[in-house]
Nanobody, 124 residues
Framework: QVQLVESGGGLVQAGGSLSLSCAAS????????MGWYRQAPGKQRELVAT???????NYADSVKGRFTISKDNAKNTVYLQMNSLKPEDTAVYHC??????????????????WGQGTQVTVSS
């Protein structure tokens, strides 16, 4: 019903910058919130940043002041600008969206969607 396609990521030296993007497509009635989560090897998935339909943002303490989340409503796309990257930022970054979807019968239901993930590696 809804697909999230991520792009960006890669390998960068500590102190460098990378940007990620995630485009949502499909039977979208409304996107309530989009965000980024990450999972490092051997660790649980953790929140990085989220942004609501109204533009309110939330960041993990570990990335405040270094990462910026933004969105383009017309493109149903969320971005994550990552600056001053540290080796501990190395992880697979996953896009997430909570989306209101029109279903059979004209009803609207909320669903939680995830992207396939993109690797971010920061070398020391």
């Amino acid at each position: 019903q809804v697909q999230l396609v991520e792009s960006g990521g890669g390998l960068v030296q500590a102190g460098g910058s990378l940007s990620l993007s995630c485009a949502a497509s499909g039977s979208i009635f409304r996107i309530h919130v989009m965000g980024w989560y990450r999972q490092a090897p051997g660790k649980q998935r953790e929140l990085v940043a989220t942004i609501t339909s109204g533009g309110s943002t939330n960041y993990a303490d570990s990335v405040k002041g270094r990462f910026t989340i933004s969105k383009d409503n017309a493109k149903n796309t969320v971005y994550l600008q990552m600056n001053s990257l540290k080796p501990e930022d190395t992880a697979v970054y996953h896009c997430n969206a909570v989306v209101a979807v029109t279903v059979v019968g004209g009803r609207v239901n909320d669903y939680d969607y995830w992207g396939q993930g993109t690797q971010v590696t920061v070398s020391s």
